[in-house]
């Protein structure tokens, strides 16, 4: 079961790739940083989550098109 945290980092990251597509990893990148010029810890944990599941997406993508 996922938690509330958990959830939201993957809502985004559905969110940012519908939205920007290819993109998505860069925005979330900015957003990561606009946290910590801010001193918003939380806020920037969930942003670099939402970058790790960006990376997990694409290496799956990357494997399936390599069979």
Known sequence: MLDDDERRARQEAHWLVKEFGAEAPLYAA???EKAIEQRDFGRCA??????EIL???RRAERRAAAK
């Open 46 to 51: 969930r942003w670099k989550r939402v970058l």
């Open 30 to 32: 900015m957003k990561a």
């Open 55 to 57: 990376a997990d997406d």
